[in-house]
């Protein structure tokens, strides 16, 4: 079983940058693939970047150039990092960690962002 916490949502400016960080746990060795999604309201989940157990990193042509996804690993953890920067209205949603994980796929529980004044 492989558990997942999300962490770094909150608010930020227009144009600002805020990082999300998502940690697994357990059985972290069968990790095949790390995601971040995202969701407005009304519409379905949409990918915003994925990045393989080996490292290979992709973002989507809708945040290219402004986000990035990263991973990092210890023996017993694998965390995947977004960082996003140039933040615009359509960005404050909320993001999802995703793992694949031996055929399934798990889901962190989501962190909203939203713009300040």
């Known amino acids: 079983q492989v558990q997942l916490v999300e962490s770094g949502g909150g608010s930020v400016q227009p144009g600002g940058s805020l990082g999300l960080s998502c940690v697994a746990s357990?059985?972290?060795?069968?990790?095949?693939?790390l995601a971040w999604y995202r969701r407005a309201p009304g519409k379905e989940r949409e990918l915003v970047g994925s990045?393989?157990?080996?490292?290979?990193?992709?973002?989507t042509d809708a945040v290219k150039g402004r986000f990035a996804i990263s991973k990092d690993s210890t023996p017993t953890t694998m965390t995947v990092y977004l960082q996003r920067n140039n933040l615009s209205p359509e960005d404050t949603v909320v993001y999802y960690c995703?793992?694949?994980?031996?055929?399934?796929?798990?889901w962190g529980q989501g962190t909203q962002v939203t713009f300040s004044s």
């Open positions: 995703y793992v694949m994980s031996l055929g399934s796929y798990i």
């Open positions: 990045i393989s157990r080996s490292g290979s990193a992709y973002v």
């Open positions: 357990g059985r972290v060795f069968t990790i095949d693939n």
